[in-house]
């Protein structure tokens, strides 16, 4: 069973409530799909019970590292009444920026299906509403919200004033600027090499973390040199920030794929760099580290062919540790499809280009 949460919120963190003309409660904070109060339905069930009514909504959730954007995110919710339709514009930031709304979306499954796991449900975005709109077309109504994440712009800068002395480590002073700017993080995890050392004083200032996290992922790349090396990534999820190279291990437990988890079949789509889908989840961060399923080519995992123009064409194992770069959160609540309630997964690994390759049978390889 799917199941989704979006709670929106002011500027100050109090449900956004939207009353009609006479008063009446039009929107309570909360769009779910799932009943927060025991003993529905005549006394079935209990808290979590799915709402058999509940809104049709489409979501658009991609989330990469500053440094390469994918875009903004969007929802689209389905048969919201007229009244709140037309009052759509209260969600949005007043002009000078001093009102605005949160949102906090949660998605994933409900206790259901069999290979259903309630465990991976949880909250994927924690975002501000940019633009809202009403829409009306035939019988279709619907509530649009475009999405960003809260990290600076024109209208409201940061100030990431950065400055690393000369044949000192950049980390220090990563942390620094990065602490100054968010006081109120629940932490800052900078992991990189110690190689990334200032070869001469370095001063950049910047009103944005993708402006930044650009300025750090070429300067990085432009102190260690080489082809392979990816550069300083930085991810802001959950309220903690991570700044990573992916030369220095995490600290945190790779999360296992099972074989069970994935639809379709895993690719690679550059060097080091595969993609696959799973069902909606939300403990897939970027930044984290995952470990593909062990022996999937004897369970028939993936026969990719030569037009997949890769220097992996012929894998049929992907096996290892690598982290994920971009997580994409794809929706539609109603639809019976299995692609319609997914999450797509960017990995990477540096390690590829050393890892041993074994020939299982006549033309079929796999990675270790």
Partial sequence: MRRYEIVITDQDGKPKIIKGSK?????????????????????????????????????????????????GASVRIFGVGLPLLSQAANFNPSPDGTTYCNIKISVGMAQGLPLANPKQYGVVMNARIQQAFGNWQGTLQTLDLILI??????????????????????????????????????????????????????????????????????????????????????????????VYDYTVPTAAKPTKIAFTDLIGQPTWIAPYTLTFKTVMRYDLKVGNQIIMPQQSAQKGLILTTPASQSQYSEVVNFQGTFFVQSVRHLG???????????TVITAYNQNTANVSIELLSPGILTIK
């Fill in 149 to 242: 994440l809260p990290a600076g712009s024109k209208e409201n800068p940061y100030n990431f004033s950065f400055k690393c002395p000369k044949n000192e480590k950049l980390s220090t002073y990563i942390q620094n600027t990065l602490n100054n700017v968010f006081p109120n993080a629940t932490s800052i995890n900078v992991n990189i090499s110690d190689s990334l050392v200032a070869p001469e004083d370095l001063t950049a200032q910047h009103f944005t973390l993708t402006e930044f996290a650009k300025y750090l992922n070429r300067k990085s790349i432009s102190i260690i040199g080489g082809s392979t090396y990816p550069g300083i990534q930085i991810t802001y999820v959950d309220n903690i920030i991570h």
């Fill in 23 to 71: 008063g009446e409660v039009l929107f309570n904070g909360t769009f779910t799909s799932t009943s927060s109060i025991n003993n529905v339905f005549g006394g079935i069930g209990s808290k979590n019970t799915p709402i058999a009514g509940a809104l049709d909504v489409e979501l658009d959730l991609p989330i990469s590292t500053y440094n390469s954007p994918l875009g």
């Fill in 332 to 342: 539609i609540f109603r639809s019976s499809d299995a692609n319609s309630w997914v």
